[in-house]
Nanobody
Framework: QVQLKESGGGLVQPGGSLTLSCVIS????????IGWFRQVPGKAREGVIC???????YYLDSVKGRFTMSGDNSKSTVYLQMNSLNLEDPAVYYC????????????????WGQGTQVIVSS
């Protein structure tokens, strides 16, 4: 059974940086995608960025040049590096897994982590 667990959220000042981690366990497929989504109260969850063996795909223009993804296979962990955080970025951030290619549609992801809260405030 595939499980995802996020960590690394917290409080950061505007302009600051934060790295979120997504530890993946139970993965057996060879071709899969890990996406990061975010959600604020009262709004739908939105796709932020995704990584698969095809590369990295951005789903939010506002994070291009500020957010990126990386991974450490030895730790079964995917990271979301967030720089120059601003007041539009606070949300609960989720990592999610789907087979094969990336997608910005949350309904196409099968497995989700519990989320980690990011707060941007001075």
């Amino acid at each position: 059974q595939v499980q995802l667990k996020e960590s690394g959220g917290g409080l950061v000042q505007p302009g600051g940086s934060l790295t979120l981690s997504c530890v993946i366990s139970g993965l057996t497929e060879d071709y899969w995608a890990i996406g990061w989504f975010r959600q604020v109260p009262g709004k739908a969850r939105e796709g932020v960025i995704c990584s698969s063996r095809d590369g990295i795909t951005y789903y939010l223009d506002s994070v291009k040049g500020r957010f990126t993804m990386s991974g450490d296979n030895s730790k079964s962990t995917v990271y979301l590096q967030m720089n120059s955080l601003n007041l539009e970025d606070p949300a609960v951030y989720y990592c999610a897994r789907r087979l094969r290619r990336c997608s910005g549609n949350e309904h196409e992801y099968r497995t989700w982590g519990q989320g980690t809260q990011v707060i941007v405030s001075s």
